[in-house]
């Protein structure tokens, strides 16, 4: 079964600064999905950034990027120009091509940005 | 976009009792949603995949005969909570996904269930 972990229970990043949340993962499959999610404090969950395993080049979307490392099952988020509104706890998930639509997640990062 | 509303946002009931909650995929047709149970702090937790006009698929440990999913159409899934007691006190989320609308899935808003 597929696992992601999420090894930064809480960070910290000074309002403009960037900063990079990390997440691993276990798979024997080739072609899958990855996402970074966001939960604000109304919990709704927001689609931040999704990455192909089939693509090499990393996402970007504006000023969230991904560096995925597939040989290494790494996928961390890079978030550049802090604001204040990207304070949230944020979850990587995988989605697995083979074994239908589930989405496996990781436990979370819960990111604070300091003014 | 994709937006997915659940109703209610909030709910009390009293232990013993039964409570529904709905889930409407708004601008796309979902042909599967999914149920998820969150605790404080913590991550989602999947309870059960549907698909529309079929039984759902349970997560182990979930005890169907008490969370009942219907997903009766392909913008609307309900999930009963029966018999509620303290425990099933929690944040219910579901998602959707339609088959022309990528591999995301849409989340709603959620619903806030207080056992007392």
């Known amino acids: 079964a597929q696992t992601v972990t999420q090894s930064q229970p809480e960070m910290s990043v000074q309002e403009a600064e960037t900063v990079t949340l990390s997440c691993t993962y276990d798979?024997?499959?080739?072609?899958?999905?990855l996402f970074w999610y966001k939960q604000p404090p109304s919990r709704q969950m927001i689609l931040v950034i999704r990455?192909?395993?089939?693509?090499?080049q990393n996402a970007t979307e504006n000023r969230f990027s991904v560096n995925f490392q597939k040989a290494a099952k790494s996928f961390s988020l890079k978030i550049s120009d802090s604001q204040l509104g990207d304070a949230a706890m944020y979850f990587c998930?995988?989605?697995?091509?083979?074994?239908?639509?589930?989405?496996?997640f990781g436990a979370g990062t819960i990111l604070r940005v300091k003014s | 976009g994709a937006v997915v509303s659940q109703h209610p946002s909030r709910v009390i009931c009293k232990s013993g009792t039964s409570v529904k909650i709905e889930c409407r995929s708004l601008?796309?047709?979902?042909?599967?949603m999914f149920w998820y149970r969150q605790f404080p702090k913590k991550s989602l937790m999947l309870m059960a995949t549907?698909?529309?006009?079929?039984?759902?698929?349970?997560e182990q440990g979930v005890e169907k005969d008490k969370f009942l999913i219907n997903h009766a159409s392909l913008t609307l899934s309900t999930l009963t909570v029966t018999s509620a007691h303290p425990e099933d006190s929690s944040f219910y989320i579901c998602?959707?996904?339609?088959?022309?609308?990528?591999?995301?899935?849409?989340f709603g808003p959620g619903t806030r269930l207080t056992v007392t």
């Open positions: 601008d796309f047709q979902a042909t599967t």
């Open positions: 998930a995988y989605r697995s091509l083979v074994y239908g639509n589930k989405l496996v």
């Open positions: 549907s698909n529309e006009g079929s039984k759902a698929t349970y």
């Open positions: 990455q192909e395993a089939y693509k090499q």
């Open positions: 798979t024997s499959e080739s072609d899958y999905y």
């Open positions: 998602s959707a996904r339609g088959h022309d609308r990528g591999p995301e899935q849409y």
